[in-house]
């Protein structure tokens, strides 16, 4: 059962080393121009509907069903409380890592819970493997640039993200031993997580995705929410 686990938690983490390698591969063997510039936009508007859908579709209605009102308050304002202070420290370092804590956000909370559901429920577990492994994908891509943009080495940014890779496994670990009957905890941690990510989101990423005088681009988030709609419903 564990070796399970793990397997499919590696799964939904190796995408984020994947959107990495992706995301070198076009910057330096796709040459500089406006469709270039547009592509780029588009996936990080795509990784922002994918985010989005997420809190509205995963995160924020677990936390419903399982808390009463006032800690769901709570838990969501502590969430975008701390991610602006956290976001202010980082600016005052010129980091540009939005993105990547955006991803980070999502991935870590979403493993917990995949590992807390796997003993009851092992098919939603791996349902919810592969939804982690599509977000992951387009998050990381725009997170490399982000980075590798802050200045960051490429070498490092890469040695980096193969680290954040193998998140998922303790994460899903802790969710499986610890977590699998505190819905509760799992609730509070998913809640206040949602209100990081929506915090960061509209801060920072999605008018980091505006491109002035294109239209088209914004319906990259609305692809990566149909994305989330899709997957949820097939859970």
Same mark, same amino acid.
């Given at each position: 059962?564990?070796?399970?686990?793990?397997?499919?938690?590696?799964?939904?983490? !190796?995408?984020?080393?994947?959107?990495?390698?992706?995301?070198?591969?076009?910057?330096?063997?796709?040459?500089?121009?406006?469709?270039?510039?547009?592509?780029?936009?588009?996936?990080?508007?795509?990784?922002?509907?994918?985010?989005?859908?997420?809190?509205?579709?995963?995160?924020?209605?677990?936390?419903?069903?399982?808390?009463?009102?006032?800690?769901?308050?709570?838990?969501?304002?502590?969430?975008?409380?701390?991610?602006?202070?956290?976001?202010?420290?980082?600016?005052?370092?010129?980091?540009?890592?939005?993105?990547?804590?955006?991803?980070?956000?999502?991935?870590?909370?979403?493993?917990?819970?995949?590992?807390?559901?796997? $003993?009851?429920?092992?098919?939603?577990?791996?349902?919810?493997?592969?939804?982690?492994?599509?977000?992951?994908?387009?998050?990381?891509?725009?997170?490399?640039?982000?980075?590798?943009?802050?200045?960051? /080495?490429?070498?490092?940014?890469?040695?980096?993200?193969?680290?954040? $890779?193998?998140?998922?496994?303790?994460? /899903?670990?802790?969710?499986?031993?610890?977590?699998?009957?505190?819905?509760?905890?799992?609730?509070?941690?998913?809640?206040?997580?949602?209100?990081?990510?929506?915090?960061?989101?509209?801060?920072? !990423? !999605?008018? /980091?995705?505006?491109?002035?005088?294109?239209?088209?681009?914004?319906?990259?988030?609305?692809?990566?929410?149909?994305?989330?709609?899709?997957? $949820?419903?097939?859970?």
């Amino acid at each position: 059962m564990l070796l399970k686990l793990i397997y499919f938690s590696l799964i939904a983490g !190796i995408t984020v080393l994947l959107g990495g390698l992706l995301a070198n591969l076009f910057n330096h063997h796709v040459k500089e121009s406006p469709v270039k510039y547009e592509i780029t936009h588009t996936l990080m508007s795509f990784g922002a509907g994918i985010i989005l859908a997420a809190v509205a579709l995963v995160l924020i209605p677990y936390g419903m069903k399982q808390l009463s009102l006032w800690p769901m308050v709570l838990f969501f304002a502590l969430g975008a409380i701390s991610f602006m202070f956290l976001d202010q420290f980082l600016e005052r370092k010129d980091g540009n890592t939005a993105t990547l804590l955006a991803m980070m956000m999502d991935f870590i909370p979403e493993a917990i819970a995949m590992g807390a559901v796997f $003993s009851k429920n092992p098919s939603m577990a791996i349902l919810l493997a592969i939804i982690i492994g599509l977000q992951n994908l387009p998050e990381s891509f725009n997170a490399f640039r982000d980075l590798v943009l802050s200045g960051m /080495a490429i070498k490092k940014t890469l040695i980096v993200f193969f680290g954040l $890779s193998l998140f998922g496994v303790p994460a /899903a670990l802790l969710g499986y031993l610890l977590l699998s009957n505190s819905t509760i905890i799992t609730a509070q941690l998913m809640t206040f997580a949602s209100g990081g990510i929506l915090y960061l989101l509209i801060q920072d !990423i !999605i008018p /980091a995705s505006k491109l002035e005088k294109n239209y088209l681009t914004a319906l990259g988030a609305i692809i990566g929410f149909l994305v989330g709609i899709v997957s $949820s419903m097939v859970i």
